[in-house]
Structure formats: structure tokens, C-alpha cells
């Protein structure tokens, strides 16, 4: 049996068709490509990021110049309170205030101020600026007197060397001695004396001064430089005696009369000064003044002796002290 042969493929030959069928396959090879290997999307284009502003540079503030101290030698011995004082001078002068002028709203200047408050450098400041020591307020008052009256023993040498008046005047006729005998101050009074100063200032008032306040070594020391132990002053003419008898102080009556004090001297009202202890009931002064000499017949203005004064204040006690000194119930 003869085997059939398969109908062998016909080879193409026509050229028109090779070249369709090389185009189409080798569209489907690039449609094939293609699909494996897509063209990657474009990226967004990019936001683009500010740039940033240049730095600036900052020019560093100037440094404040450091407050200055004063130079003058003056503000390392300073308190506080003074540090501040010393400004406050130095800007009233450099604004053009006048050193002289009274405090804002005061009636009396710094130069007075800082001598009563004791402050040395501040007072030797204000000199050295054209302070003028013996700047006087109205009534009368140097600077010097309100240094003697806060006791302020350097404050008062200062101003005494600056060229203060040692005279100077105070209030009701007095001077720097005469305050210095009021506070008792005796190591002032005696400076105040080795300047110059009368113990016998205000006729004989500035003992009267130290009787009153019963400063027993003032009035001694007083004595010492002169001063006229029986001298009168004030209103009533009174004596340190009168003055002394009158408060009590019996240290100082004991004093005077050992000192040379008239025992029976009068004032105005013609009273002794049995008269005033009785009057104010100083039994133990009255017991000195006795001893003394004292006259318990004398007569005041009134017409009383000092029995009938402790008669009138039925004081039994000074009535005997009288009695058994003489006294006459008939007179």
C-alpha cells in the first residue's frame, strides 16, 4: 500500500506580501514592548521652596556706660542714707541750684540740715562747694547752733575751723554756748569756750542756762571760765540760784553756795530762793538753803514769807522743817 506524502507548504514568494508580513510583525514586536516596558511618567514638576531671606546681622546695642562714682575722696566714708544725700547735692548743684538755697518746701538749707543730723563729710562738702557757714535763718539760727544742739562734737570743730562765729546767734537772744549749757553738753560747751565764747554771753544767762537743766559740772566748769556766779537774767531776774533752788537740783544748790551764791537774793517778785522751794515743795532743798543762812522772815511781793507759803499749800511738813528753823508764826 503506497503511503501518501503530506501537500507540501507553498513558500511565499510574492514580495508585496513579505513585506506586509515583516510590518506586521514587527508592529506587534514593538506593541509587545511596549506593554512590558511602558515609557515612565513625567514627575510633577517640583513646588519650588522659597529661598531663605539672607541673615541679617545685628548689630549689637551699644554697652551703657557704668554709673560713675563721685571722685571726690568724700563718698568712700559715706553711710547709705549719705550716699543718697550726696547725690541728691550733686544734682541740685549741676542743675544750677544755688548750695545756700532752702530745701524744697523747708525753711532752712542743707548746710543746716546735715549739721543737726551730725554728718560730717556732707557738711565739709557742702563748704568746699560755697556753703556759707554763718548762714542765719530767719529767728536766727546758724548752723552751728543746730550742730550744738544734736551734739555733734566733730560737726561743730569742723565749722568752728571753717570760720563759723563762735557768737553766733540762736533763737531768744542766745548763743551756741548758751544751747550747749541747755543740753548739758560740757565737752562742746568747752570747746566752745577755748574758741572764744563768754561764760558771761546774755549777761550772766548762759549759767542761768545750765542751773535750769541742773548740769552741776557745766555750771562748775562755767564758774572756772569766769562766770559771774550771782549774775540775774531772764524775765524775773533770777539768779542760778533761784534757778537751781526752784527745780530741786540740790547737788547744784550745795554748789553755788559753796561757790560764793547769794543765799537771800531777790528777783523781781522778791523772792528768794527759800521762796521757790517752798513754792514747789523741795523739802530737801529747803533744808540746804536753811542750813545755809537762808531767812525763812523774808518777804515777797505778796507779803508772804515762805511759812506762810507752806501754810497756804498746808504743807506740814515744810511748815516744821520751817519751825524748827526759826520760823516766827507771828510775822
Known amino acids: 500500500m503506497t503511503s501518501q506524502r503530506p501537500p507540501r507548504r507553498r513558500l511565499l514568494t510574492n514580495p508585496t506580501v513579505i513585506v506586509l508580513t515583516v510590518a506586521a510583525g514587527a508592529a506587534a514586536a514593538f506593541g509587545l514592548f511596549v506593554w512590558l516596558y511602558p515609557e515612565p511618567e513625567a514627575p510633577e514638576p517640583a513646588t519650588p521652596t522659597p529661598a531663605a531671606p539672607p541673615e541679617q546681622t545685628k548689630t549689637p546695642p551699644e554697652p551703657r556706660p557704668a554709673p560713675t562714682e563721685p571722685t571726690t575722696p568724700v563718698i568712700a566714708g559715706l553711710s547709705g542714707w549719705e550716699t543718697q544725700e550726696f547725690r541728691k547735692i550733686e544734682e541740685h548743684l549741676k542743675a544750677g541750684g544755688d548750695v545756700n538755697a532752702k530745701m524744697r518746701g523747708l525753711a532752712y538749707t542743707r548746710l543746716h540740715y546735715y549739721a ?66 541747755e543740753k548739758g553738753n560740757r565737752e562742746i560747751a568747752m570747746l566752745l569756750l577755748k574758741r572764744g565764747a563768754d561764760a558771761n554771753s546774755g549777761g550772766g544767762s548762759v549759767l542761768h542756762s545750765a542751773a535750769r537743766g541742773g548740769h552741776t559740772d557745766l555750771v562748775e566748769l562755767l564758774l572756772a571760765k569766769g562766770a559771774e556766779i550771782n549774775a540775774t537774767a531772764g524775765p524775773d531776774n533770777r539768779t542760778g540760784l533761784h534757778e537751781a533752788a526752784a527745780r530741786g537740783h540740790n547737788d547744784l544748790v550745795r554748789l553755788l553756795l559753796v561757790k560764793g551764791a547769794e543765799v537771800n537774793v531777790t528777783d523781781d517778785s522778791k523772792q528768794t530762793p527759800l521762796h521757790l522751794a517752798i513754792r514747789e ?8 538753803l536753811l542750813k545755809q543762812g537762808a531767812d525763812p522772815h523774808a518777804i515777797d511781793y505778796s507779803g508772804f514769807t515762805p511759812l506762810h507759803r507752806a501754810a497756804a499749800d498746808a504743807n506740814i511738813e515744810l511748815a516744821k522743817l520751817l519751825l524748827d528753823n526759826g520760823a516766827d508764826v507771828n510775822v
Open 116 to 181: 543737726t543730723k551730725g554728718s560730717r563729710e556732707l557738711v565739709e562738702y557742702l563748704i568746699e562747694k560755697g556753703a556759707d557757714v554763718n548762714l542765719v535763718l530767719k529767728g536766727c539760727d546758724a548752723p552751728l547752733v543746730w550742730a550744738v544742739a544734736g551734739a555733734h562734737q566733730e560737726v561743730v570743730k569742723l565749722l568752728l575751723d571753717k570760720g563759723a562765729d563762735v557768737h553766733g546767734c540762736a533763737r531768744h537772744a542766745r548763743t551756741p554756748l548758751h544751747v550747749a549749757a
Open 281 to 288: 515743795k523741795h523739802l530737801e532743798t529747803a533744808e540746804v
